[in-house]
């Protein structure tokens, strides 16, 4: 049973990391009208960058906001770069340029912290911290118990969250199509 607990909120969880993928790409779309196929691959090379970060002895969560501020700079550098001058180009051309930056990045990540996988780091102790038996037992533990519990409620409540976003989201194109309508009538 613990099993099938286990697998159901690992699903959550990774459905989570899916919907949050899909938001990024649904937010960008309604800021600039275009698809930007090079995300994932920009969420990897920041992903690399945290590791980076780690690996050179910064603490998890000063290495995470170190990767944001850098990732940041850099999405702002291919935003005033390639984003701005495609703003009234043909369709065609920004797909063009967007599968180009997907490859420049996918290079580059390779390029600069191998082709090799690599494990990132957990945030959270492996050890119990707040009492409980020690690894290795076949017992549950209560640390982990409440850890999945936590990990799946912060699932539902960031999917939850997404779906508003995106309900919301929808609503000013509705009223955008319908203030056209008029102004054409």
């Not at 020690?134 to 409540?157: I, K």
């Amino acid at each position: 049973m613990e099993g099938l607990f286990h697998q159901i909120m690992s699903g959550i969880a990774t459905g989570g990391i899916y919907a949050s993928v899909a938001l990024a790409l649904v937010m960008i779309y309604q800021a600039t009208h275009h698809v930007n196929f090079a995300q994932g691959e920009m969420a990897t090379f920041s992903t690399y960058i945290a590791l980076t970060f780690i690996n050179m002895g910064l603490p998890y969560w000063a290495a995470l906001i170190a990767a944001v501020v850098l990732s940041f700079i850099i999405g702002v550098v291919i935003e005033r770069t390639l984003m701005r001058p495609m703003a009234n180009a043909p369709i065609l051309a920004s797909v063009g340029v967007f599968i180009g930056l997907l490859l420049i990045v996918n290079s580059l990540s390779g390029w600069f912290f191998d082709y090799t996988i690599k494990q990132f780091p957990s945030p959270f102790p492996s050890h119990p911290v707040l009492g409980g038996r020690e690894r290795g037992s076949d017992a549950p533990q209560p640390h982990q118990q409440r850890g999945r519990g936590v990990a799946g409620r912060v699932a539902l409540v960031a999917c939850g969250h997404g779906e508003t976003v995106l309900r919301r989201g929808s609503a000013p194109r509705q009223n955008d199509q319908m203030a056209v309508t008029r102004a054409s009538s």
